[in-house]
C-alpha cells in the first residue's frame, strides 16, 4: 500500500554554502497547482518580510510546498534569514515507524496534518540501532561495536559522523541520549555503558561517557562498579541531568526490579556515590521508557501483574517530581486491547506534549497528548504485517529545518 503522501527529501549538503534547496511533495494535484496559482497573484502586494513571517507559520511539510510555488516563494522559505530565525511555528513532534525488522525502512507520521510520508533517513543502516533525538537532531550508534555514531537532521538529510566513543568496544548493555541546546544549537551525547564483571553476575562495571559538539571530544565522567545492578538501554538527559535506567540482576522482589538513576552533567557525582540517587520504579513494571517533554522526565511503563509480574496488565505514564513518581495518565482499556497483541515490551517515545506508543508486534500507533490529557489513534500507517514474525518499532523527532549537527 502506497503512503497517503510522500516525502521527496533532498541532502542539504551545500547548507555551508548557503544555497538551499527544495524538493516537493510528489502528491500535488492541479487543483492544488491552481490554487497556488491565484495565490501567486495575492502575495504580489505582501512585503518580504510579510510574507515571510505568514509562511513560516505553516507546518513543516506546507513548507516544503510552499517553496515549489513560484520562485519568490522559493527564495524567501530557503534564504538563511528564514532557516535561522524566521522558522517560529510550533511544530509538533514526529514519528518514525520502522516497517520492517532487517532494514531501516519506514514511514514518519505528522500529527498536525494527520498524514504519512515516506523518508529515508540517512547513515542509519539496520533498524536495531539505539536511536536518540532531541530539538532536531536524531543520533544513531551501531548495534554491534557501538563505535559508529552519526548524528542527523531527518527532514534536511545533514549528516555528521562522530569519532568512536571511549570506554569498553563491545560493552553488554549501553543507553545513549542526547540533549540539543536550543539557543546554541550545540549538542551533548551521553552513552551509559554496562559490562558484567568476568565470572560474577551480581556485579557489574558501569560508565558513563559524555561528548560535546563544541569541542567536539569525548570524556569519561565516571566508572564504577554497581552491585546487584545493571544498567540497560533507557536513558534521557532533561534540564542538565542524565537518567538512566537500572535492573536488579537477583536479590529484589518483583516490586524491585527497575530502578532509576540521576546522574547531574553539571556537578558529576564523586565516584562510588551513584547510588546515593537511585530512585524505585512507581509499582512492578514489565519495561519502562523514559522520555523528555519540556525538560520533565516521564516514564512509560508497562504494569506487570501482581500474581505474574512478567505478564502485562495496563500501561501507565509517570511524571517524575523531585524524587517522587506521579501518575498522570494509565491507557485505557479499550486502547489497550486495540492494539490486538501486545508484549510485556513495548516501543514508546515522545518529546513536547506527545507520547506515542505502539505494539513491537503491529504497525498500530497510538498518541497521548499530555495537555489535554487525550488518547487518539493516528492514522492507518501505509504499511500491512506481511509475515507473523515481523516487528514493528520507532522513535520520535521534532521536524525543524534550523537545526543541524
Known amino acids: 500500500m502506497a503512503a497517503e503522501t510522500s516525502w521527496v527529501s ?14 516537493s511533495f510528489s502528491e500535488i494535484n492541479d487543483e492544488t497547482e491552481k490554487e497556488a496559482a491565484s495565490a501567486v497573484s495575492l502575495d504580489l502586494i505582501l512585503p518580504d518580510d510579510l ?70 533517513l540517512p547513515c542509519i543502516q539496520t ?60 549538542y551533548n551525547i551521553s552513552i551509559v555503558k554496562s559490562k558484567q564483571v568476568p565470572g560474577n553476575f551480581f556485579q557489574w562495571d558501569l560508565s558513563i561517557h559524555l561528548y560535546d559538539s563544541e569541542a567536539m571530544t569525548w570524556v569519561t565522567t565516571l566508572t564504577e562498579i554497581l552491585m546487584g545492578w545493571r544498567a540497560g538501554d533507557e536513558s534521557v538527559i532533561c534540564d542538565g541531568v542524565l537518567y538512566f535506567l537500572i535492573y536488579s540482576t537477583g536479590g529484589g522482589g518483583p516490586d524491585n526490579r527497575h530502578g532509576l538513576i540521576m546522574y547531574n552533567l553539571r556537578s558529576r557525582s564523586p565516584h562510588g556515590l551513584l547510588m546515593r540517587s537511585f ?75 506527545l507520547i506515542y506508543i505502539q505494539s513491537y508486534g503491529s504497525p498500530t500507533l497510538l498518541i497521548f497528548d499530555v495537555n489535554q490529557k487525550q488518547w487518539k489513534w493516528s492514522q492507518k500507517c501505509p504499511v500491512t504485517k506481511r509475515f507473523p514474525l515481523q516487528l514493528f518499532t520507532g522513535f520520535c523527532f521534532e521536524p525543524r529545518l534550523e537545526v543541524g549537527p
Not at 542539504?12 to 538551499?20: E, K, R, S
Not at 525502512?105 to 515516506?118: E, Q
Not at 532531541?134 to 563505535?147: K, Q
Not at 500474581?307 to 496488565?313: A, G, V
Open 127 to 186: 533498524s536495531n540501532w539505539f536511536i536518540a533525538s532531541s530539538c532536531g537532531l536524531v543520533c544513531f550508534m551501531d548495534n554491534e561495536s557501538r563505535s559508529e555514531l552519526y548524528v542527523c537532521n531527518p527532514i534536511t538529510r545533514h549528516c555528521k559522523g562522530l569519532d568512536e566513543p571511549p570506554g569498553p568496544k563491545f560493552s553488554d548493555y549501553s543507553a545513549l541520549a542526547v540533549s540539543v541546546d536550543r539557543a546554541s544549537h550545540y
Open 10 to 23: 533532498h541532502c542539504f549538503d551545500n547548507l555551508a554554502n548557503q544555497t538551499l534547496e527544495y524538493e
Open 279 to 353: 530512585i524505585p520504579a512507581p509499582c512492578s513494571l514489565t519495561c519502562g521508557r523514559l522520555m523528555n517533554l519540556k525538560e520533565k522526565l516521564i516514564m512509560v511503563g508497562g504494569i506487570g501483574k501482581q500474581d505474574r509480574p512478567d505478564i502485562i496488565k495496563g500501561i501507565g505514564i509517570w511524571l517524575l517530581k523531585g524524587r517522587e513518581w506521579q501518575e498522570i495518565a494509565r491507557m485505557p482499556h479499550k486502547f489497550f486491547q486495540g492494539f490486538g497483541e501486545f508484549d510485556d515490551v513495548f516501543a514508546s517515545s515522545g518529546t513536547d506534549d
Open 51 to 120: 510574507l515571510e513571517r505568514i509562511l513560516a507559520y505553516l507546518p513543516i511539510a506546507s513548507i516544503f510546498r510552499a517553496g515549489c510555488v513560484c520562485k519568490r516563494w522559493h527564495e524567501i522559505v530557503t534564504s538563511e534569514r528564514f532557516l535561522y530565525t524566521s522558522h517560529v511555528a510550533s511544530q509538533k513532534p514526529w514519528y518514525f515507524m520502522f516497517t520492517s525488522s532487517d532494514e531501516p525502512v519506514g514511514y514518519a507520521y505528522d500529527p498536525i496534518l494527520r498524514k504519512w510520508y515516506c523518508i529515508d
